[in-house]
């Protein structure tokens, strides 16, 4: 933490929770929408150590059936931890290994790191050492100090000039051997990190940056400003053609534009799970909403049970992401047991069949500021009870999940908000809960209490393919429960998910879903782009009885996939060609 500095108060005068929130982000900035696959499932390992061993990893995922996105490499793929470079034996060949990935759509993230490997004739330290962009002592020699490469020197990352130096070296030209398939980097160790018990394991207070400004002054804004330098550097590399995908560990108010961000190396322990839930929930607050944890934790050995709960947990979270240590066992999930394969399987499928929503809700967090995901008083902020739930979570207002951070639980307490009017439909079963406060739901292995809200229609992806891009052209299946007036509500968010051209030529599509009766239409909301919205399916679950005397309800599932004419619902689209209404007939 700053040691001083002048600080600045805003008063944020609510009253809601949600009006602040909204108000604190019109302050500190909104993220920009993640390109589309940056939403799916990423796998990762301190460290894959070859590149054959990172193509393993890849073919057994798809062999095994595991959705991916994009395979992690820490730093044990540069030579001698200077970033920028591969290392020669192991990774001889990086080029190839990122055609590889590409051939089944697959994205390569790396880790690059603030810290520079103090030697002569490594370009990118001799770059900045001769313009000099390093952090100096207080005598205004440069900085030296222990980090993974050994003796290292830290940019100066207060310095616009080292800020534009570090994000050029993104550039194919100067990142040898990197190519689009390079889609996203990783920014670690930049509280910064030194390896200095007598430092306090970061840099000396008394530390210089430009303009002799102190590093005690600016330490609180280091990654900040690292995550810039990395943001720009990936912008210009692509030509501004591509949304920059940067993960960071170190924070600040306003990093949300920059980077997604993750809790940070965690410990394998059913309380580490409770918390990267914690902290996910603080960080959306916070406008911070791009978050994640370790999924099955960095540190020790993971039991199978708590692998599993782990990973349906991870899957509400916006980031996705399982990472662990080279001193633990390793865990790819195609490693466990069949059962366990099969419980994470399913875990990863529900991400991806909802990424229709997530999509949507990252792009409504650009329009409003509000959370991706959501404690219960944010939603519900006159139920006092609520203000004290911290085991579970809302994905926006339409979906309630409570996860499991007990070993060998068989049932768990769910708060269920809204009074008795909200009505609560489980994803899993035919379980109906009303806004009565705390029920104690059963669990099982396979599933954990997953919820959606009466009066909400959920658009999904129901076709199991191995990654986003394979999901493009697939039709969406609509979920609902109609409230009592028989009426529903939904939205949907479709551009082409990479660029900016929906932010700066309107190129998208933003589409509400209104259920009236058996009336089903799609209209416009904004946007000018020319993408259909393609349905094939609708479910309507009809309550048959709501829950009474600590007896759960119950529902009826109706599908719809003929139209009158018994006519496939496919082809029944929106686009540019404009709006479009349905009749459901049973």
Known sequence: MAEIGTLDVFVLLGPSPTEVVRQYTKLTGTAHLPQLWALGYHQSRYSYETQDDAKDVVSNFDSNNFQLDALWLDIDYTDAFKYFTWNPSTYSDPVGLQDTLASTNKKLVTIIDPHIKAEDGYSVYDGALANDLFVKNADGSVFQGPCWPGTSSYMDFLNPAARDYYGSMYSYDNFPGSTPTLAGIWNDMNEPSVFDNSLEMTLPADGLHIGNVRHREIHNIYGLLHTIATHQGLLARDNGERRPFVLTRSHFAGSQKYTAFWTGDNTADWPYLHAALQECLNANILGLVFCGADVGGF????????????????????????????????????????????????????????????????????????PIIRPLFYQYPEETDAYNIDSQLLVGADILVRAVYDAGATEVDVYFPGGENEVWVSVTSDDVQAGAGLVTVPVTRENSPTYYRRGAVIARKDTVRPNTVEMADDSHTLYYTANEDNTAHGTVYLDDGVSFKYRDESDFKYISIDVDGDNVSFTTIDGTGDYEFVVDTIVRRDIVSLPKGGNPGSYKETVFSRDANGELLKNIKIGSKGNVSLKLKY
């Open 299 to 370: 540190f020790n050995n993971p039991s199978n049970e708590l692998m599993e709960r782990w990973y349906q947990a991870g899957a509400w979270l916006p980031f996705y992401r399982a990472h662990s240590s080279k001193d633990t066992n390793r865990r790819e999930p195609y490693l466990l047991p069949e059962d366990s394969q099969a419980v994470i399987r399913e875990a990863i499928e529900t991400r991806y069949k909802h990424l229709p929503v997530w999509y949507t809700l990252f792009y409504e967090h650009t329009r409003t500021g509000d």
